[in-house]
């Protein structure tokens, strides 16, 4: 490693950390660059913990609870459903007592018949028969109603995209304008709540916000830092952009609560870093910046190979070497790959349609979330279509192994939905990791990677969503795979590609904002 830079950097993130490789490859980089480097995410379900990747420090801590704000529908649900209990809970509750009083009535109405023992009368009080089934009835008929109304009051509390919802927006943006995401959605300032003490402890002199959500952690702490005499350096690293997730199945409410809060704080970062050229250039025009983002691509490690030839040094933790061995597959089997993500828009199910035009091909998914609702239909689909024994589906590999996992497939695959804003400037990181690999890469047509797979000449395009467009342009690309595999022979063309070349932008960054500290 080499020697330590002045500094403290700490990285923040929204999730978990786990599968995130752009947010552990940033972490990890700049560790080794000297930067002293604490990465701060969010707790899993099990916990809270601490550790390292490489020589960067990694904090998970639990998302705090905030009291949930009364949404307009919310508030107007207390009128349509008057008699609603406080929560289901209670409902429930409620419920279950009535049961217990119902079968106490029914044990008292029965019981002198089926007395038999030495006892002729019972010595208990009680009023009239008729005047405790009336009164019984008269309570469970309420309760009813009641948990009926409750149920029907919380399921009016989803996330809705309606007119009460518009208003509500409407209404507080044109009242606080930017400042409106605290009353439409103010998960932010759990974020801060629940990092804001680890970031103090630890007195950053630059604080790297990884996506949209964490901007205004940073800002605001590095506002609290000045106020109390450091100058704390601020990086945005923009992975989206935030406007584009209109199309991404969230209310309009929701999404202008993010464009809302990104707006506001952007303003506080010293330096922005994005993913890709055409989303620099959009957040420049957005956002009226002085200067265009510093773009780092989500490219992966180098492929070096093995000098000791020990290939324990990178086996998966399912103790497979490659992919092929993975899957059980000889060498002269036809081998698709995806990794990443599991979603709809990710449109992993063209894949397994694309099975029945190609019936030689196996297609290998290394994903999250293995026993998903999604996962599980594309495992209804496979036996439907009968191509279930070419389906491979396991978890993710880390990202630091997964380039030499991969490159033993013939060719990757990144079907991804063509429309949405965010999917047509993507350069993601399955992208370059299928080229590292020395993989041929099969795009769908969404417009960044399309136009960078025919400029480069190492894949095919397919029309999105179409199956059998997908499956001819595999079978181009197995009919003559050399073709596209030369490409990665040209000089340097790797080189640009990897993770190591990104980084690099990101040490010059750091040494330009800390260029004081000695």
Not at 43 to 62: F, K, V
Not at 249 to 266: D, G, M, P
Request: charged residues 25%; proline residues 6%; contains cysteine.
């Amino acid at each position: 490693m080499p020697e330590g830079r002045p500094g403290r950097v700490v990285m923040l993130v929204d999730n978990t950390i786990d599968g995130d490789s752009r947010v552990q490859k940033s972490a990890r980089a700049m560790a080794e660059a000297g930067w002293e480097v604490h990465l701060i995410g969010r707790a899993p379900s099990s916990g809270s913990d601490s550790y390292q990747i490489g020589d960067a420090h990694i904090h998970r801590l639990p998302l705090r609870r905030l009291p949930p704000r009364k949404t307009l529908r919310r508030r107007l649900s207390r009128l349509r459903y008057p008699l609603a209990y406080q929560n289901q809970d209670k409902a429930m509750l409620k419920t279950r007592s009535i049961k217990v009083i119902w079968a106490e009535l029914e044990m008292t109405k029965a019981a002198p018949a089926a007395r038999t023992g030495i006892s002729s009368e019972p010595r208990t009080k009680q009023l009239p028969m008729l005047a405790q089934r009336t009164a019984g009835k008269l309570r469970r008929t309420t309760i009813k109603v009641r948990a009926q109304q409750t149920k029907a009051r919380a399921g009016n509390w989803g996330d809705k995209d309606g007119a009460w919802e518009e208003v509500e927006r409407r209404f507080w943006s044109t009242a606080m304008g930017d400042r409106a995401w605290r009353r439409l959605d103010p998960l932010p300032l759990r974020y801060e709540l629940s990092y804001r003490d680890k970031i103090e402890e630890l007195q950053p002199d630059l604080i790297h916000a990884h996506d949209f959500r964490m901007i205004g952690v940073a800002a605001r702490a590095a506002v609290r830092a000045r106020q109390s005499g450091r100058d704390v350096k601020v990086v945005y690293d923009a992975h989206e952009f935030v406007p584009g997730l209109a199309q991404a199945n969230r209310s309009r409410k929701w999404l202008a609560s993010q464009v809302a809060y990104e707006r506001e704080h952007i303003g506080f970062a010293d330096a922005i870093v994005t993913v890709s050229p055409a989303l620099a250039e959009m957040l420049e025009t957005a956002h009226g910046l002085a200067e265009r983002p510093v773009v780092t691509l989500n490219a992966p490690p180098k492929l070096v190979p093995d000098a000791a030839g020990d290939g324990e040094a990178w086996t998966t933790p399912e103790g497979a070497l490659d992919v092929r061995e993975a899957c059980g597959l000889g060498p002269d089997v036809p081998l698709a790959v995806y990794c990443g993500g599991a979603a709809p828009q990710r449109c992993l199910h063209t894949i397994v349609e694309s099975l029945q035009h190609v019936p030689d091909v196996h297609a290998a998914f290394m994903i999250n979330n293995l026993d998903g609702d999604y996962v599980n239909s594309l495992r209804a689909l496979a036996a439907e279509l009968g191509v279930t024994d070419r389906v491979h589906l396991m978890p993710y590999v880390p990202y630091d192994v997964l380039v030499r996992f991969l490159s033993t497939a013939d060719v990757g695959i990144h079907p991804l939905r063509k429309g949405p804003v965010n999917h047509e400037v993507a350069l993601s990181t399955k992208f370059f990791e299928f080229m590292q690999a020395r993989l041929p890469v099969v795009v769908s047509d969404v417009k960044a990677m399309s136009d960078e797979v025919t400029r480069v000449g190492n894949g095919e395009v397919f029309r999105s969503e179409d199956s059998k467009d997908l499956a001819r342009a595999v079978g181009m690309i197995l009919n003559d795979r050399d073709r596209y595999t030369a490409t990665y022979d040209r000089p340097g063309m790797l080189d640009e590609w990897s993770w190591e070349a990104q980084a690099e932008k990101y040490v010059v960054l750091y040494e330009r904002l800390l260029k004081d500290l000695g």
